[in-house]
């Protein structure tokens, strides 16, 4: 079974013309899945739709002032522009369903083995800000969930959006259960990168063969160090050569081999991945289905053994260095 979580909110938000943020990627992905691929039609293949998290949930992960703030459109003007967005219900709302999506998909990863969210990865959200289009840090409120589950006492969150995890990781810099893991560009956004307990940061330029030799070395080592029962996957398309905040020179057959490798590995350990989709910024929305699409492939060859032949793996991976990760 490979479950995917959705709710039609994640793209229902109005915003000023010419805004960065692809808000209607999340729907245009979900009518390719179902639509062109016709993917509700297997019997394998599940669609579950989230609940809203409840605002005071957050306050064990962010400041209750900050949430406070952020219910009541009271936050600083500058810290809705570091934010990105500009205040709405309509905001809030998605915000917080889109963190209940991630939370939901870690609790049907850790039934299934694998479950995919088409949203999630707002990694930038701090406890006590947002900052660069993140209100709410989805991933490290799911990570700390999954530690309430039954059999889950380590968690790895694999972030390989281009961007740095820097919320993420201070969020959870005292928190040994969860290990932190970001592969970035070292010259990108944020400027100030803290320390995750892994990091792995590429110059700019990096091409596919170069970002898959270096990210599959660490990640095998990473998993064998810290042997984590869960693995929480951003699986983030910012990396590809034609993305307009990436400056990687990633391929679109280099994004399934990323999400490829990362799921098979997983698998043959058997250790349960929860995916969001994270980051892809182009103006034009309808180019980074096909971007995004790469993770559905990957998954459903590894557990549905549904094969995309002309972007199966191919590179040649390197021997892991003997240093700590």
């Known amino acids: ?45 599940e669609i579950h739709q989230p609940v809203p998290v409840q605002a005071d949930e957050l306050k064990g992960l962010h400041h209750p002032d900050y949430i406070d703030a952020l219910l009541n459109n009271t936050l600083p ?39 995919i969210h088409l949203s999630g990865g707002y990694h930038h959200a701090h406890h ?18 999954a530690l309430t589950l039954p059999g889950i006492d380590k968690v790895m ?50 091409n596919t063969t170069d970002y898959l030799n ?32 990436g400056y990687f020179n990633v391929s679109l057959a280099g994004i399934y081999q990323r999400d490829h490798l990362v799921l098979h590995t997983c698998r043959e350990q058997m250790i349960p991945v929860a995916a969001v989709i994270g980051g892809g910024y182009r103006h034009d929305h309808q180019t980074l289905i096909a971007p995004h699409s790469q993770l559905l492939h990957a998954a459903m060859d590894i557990y549905l053994g549904h094969r995309v032949p002309s972007l199966e793996p191919t590179f040649t991976q390197e021997k892991p260095h003997d240093g700590r990760a």
């Not at 006590?128 to 969930?145: I, T, Y």
């Open 77 to 115: 003007a500058a810290k809705m522009r570091r934010i990105g967005f500009p205040w709405s219900q309509q905001l809030l709302d998605r915000t917080l369903t889109s963190t209940a999506g991630t939370r939901m998909t870690v609790e049907l990863a850790c039934r299934y083995g694998i479950s």
């Open 128 to 145: 006590d800000f947002g900052s660069g289009f993140c209100l709410v840090n989805d991933l490290a409120f799911a990570a700390r969930h």
């Open 1 to 45: 079974m490979l479950p995917l979580v959705y709710h039609p909110i994640y793209s229902q938000l109005e915003l000023p013309a010419n805004h960065r943020y692809p808000i209607s990627k999340y729907r245009r992905l979900y009518q390719h899945l179902t639509e062109d691929l016709d993917l509700l039609q297997r019997s394998d293949i």
């Open 157 to 206: 969150i694999i972030d390989c959006d281009v961007h740095h995890g820097d919320g993420t990781a201070t969020l959870l810099a005292d928190d040994d259960h969860i290990i932190t893991f970001s592969v970035h560009c070292e010259k990108n956004f944020p400027a100030r990168k803290p320390d995750s307990d892994i990091d792995l940061a590429l110059p700019r330029d990096t």
């Open 214 to 245: 270096a990210f599959s070395g660490v990640l095998h080592l990473a998993l064998a160090q810290h042997q984590p029962d869960l693995v929480l996957y951003d699986a983030g398309v910012d990396i590809h050569q034609h993305d307009e905040l």
